[in-house]
């Protein structure tokens, strides 16, 4: 007991040391504030200016980088709420319906002599074109529920006809819904565009499939976001256009 009332009052007697300290340095310097008040004034004022300005200008760009990630985020849900509208008017098409859209897709984005197959043994080619330079266009389409996969089995059999029957610069395997990862995988390592649901749903708002190849593999059409956003040739689109 006591060596703490000895270390209490030699607590005591610095606080009151240091209190006695800060009250003669803060009259000290209220003194020769006092003195040189002419001379020192404007310097002080400036700085109080300086200092509420830095203030001000902080509050405006923080504020400022607030409203910008809002907006970020308004505009993101704004555009993912869309693309499910807009995707829900595909997946309500025939798979043949279906068909003639993603040709339609690729007359809008500058694509020519686009052809669509709509039959049976047309080995993987239901759409086939030109890329706005000239490249072969050959595109396979899913129509598939949304919650299916398309398995590495169909991505084979695309694999094995798209550049070897059809000679393809540009192979692209269209699906409304997600690739297993086996089959993007195959689709990475043979360069083969796989354009799952969430890629889709781009292209369907606007993005151009030129925009889209360097994507492949990204997204895994589950609802993630991409890293990267594609090339819009249309600002804004309601939904698929109707029959041509």
Known sequence: MTARRRRKAVLRRL???LRRTAWSGGAAAALALALTWKTVWPYIVGAVLVGVLGAIGWWLRRTRLRTVARHRAWQTDEENAARERSMAEVDAMTWQRFERYVAELCRR??????????????L???VIGRMPDGRLLVIQCKHYAPHRTVPSGDMQKFLGTAKAEHGADVAVFVATCAFTREAEKLALKH???ALHRNLLGAWVRGATLESLL???GTGHGTGARTGRRPRTR????????GPR
Not at 112 to 120: A, F, I, K, L, W
Not at 234 to 241: C, E, I, K, L, N
């Open 109 to 122: 984005d500058g694509c020519t002599q686009v052809v669509v197959s709509g039959r049976s043994g047309d």
């Open 214 to 216: 360097p994507l492949n």
């Open 234 to 241: 249309h600002t804004a689109r309601q939904g698929p256009p």
């Open 15 to 17: 606080r009151a040391r």
């Open 124 to 126: 993987g080619a239901d």
């Open 191 to 193: 360069e083969i565009l």
